[in-house]
């Protein structure tokens, strides 16, 4: 198998990222949503994530590729500035949810990171399982019902969901001699 680092890095994301979102939303559910640990957790999963993009977007082609790749870049932005406004709540600063103006910016951001997911699944649905599709869509459509209502439990099932699509394509990926696998056409 061949492989560069940084096919290892990017590939390295995708169990990463997700495992490390997850331990935020499990110090998020069980601490409360204006926890500053699990804040830094998440703006370090954010970050994480927007490798994950990268290699997501290596996997695609086409339009599809080119919009996941602008959707994501925004949606990686609105996730990191929800772990900060997170801090900033946690400090007792002015939550940008619930302010006016400019701060209204982190809103569709923040929606921009579920529909990466679910651009994702799209640009998976030719190379990963027809279960890691589904439930990678499904993860996409459940994560601002539990973000948004700050439903804990559900919340952590959809990260616990997110390291087992994201870990299977890892793996996957892992054992193909090609760096990335060329989508079906």
Not at 12 to 40: K, M
Not at 69 to 95: C, K
Not at 106 to 129: E, M, Q, S
Request: with cysteine.
């Amino acid at each position: 198998m061949t492989s560069t680092p940084l096919d290892r890095l990017l590939t390295g994301s995708l169990l990463v990222a997700p495992a490390v979102y997850l331990i935020a939303d499990l110090l998020y559910a069980t601490r409360g949503w204006d926890d500053p640990a699990a804040a830094v957790v998440h703006v370090l999963g954010a970050v994480g994530y927007t490798i994950v993009l990268v290699r997501l977007v290596t996997l695609g082609d086409g339009a599809l590729a080119a919009v996941l790749l602008v959707i994501g870049a925004l949606g990686a932005a609105g996730n990191v500035a929800y772990g900060f406004n997170t801090i900033h709540v946690s400090l007792g600063d002015t939550d940008l949810v619930d302010a006016t103006g400019a701060a209204v910016l982190i809103k569709p951001l923040g929606l921009c990171f579920p529909l990466t997911l679910l651009l994702g699944a799209a640009v998976l649905r030719r190379t990963a399982p027809t279960w890691a599709v589904a439930l990678l869509a499904v993860s996409a459509l459940a994560w601002p019902v539990a973000h948004i209502a700050n439903i804990g439990w559900l919340a952590v099932a959809v990260n616990a969901a997110l390291v087992a699509v994201f870990g299977t394509v890892a793996l996957a990926l892992s054992r193909t001699s090609d760096p990335v696998p060329v989508p079906v056409r």
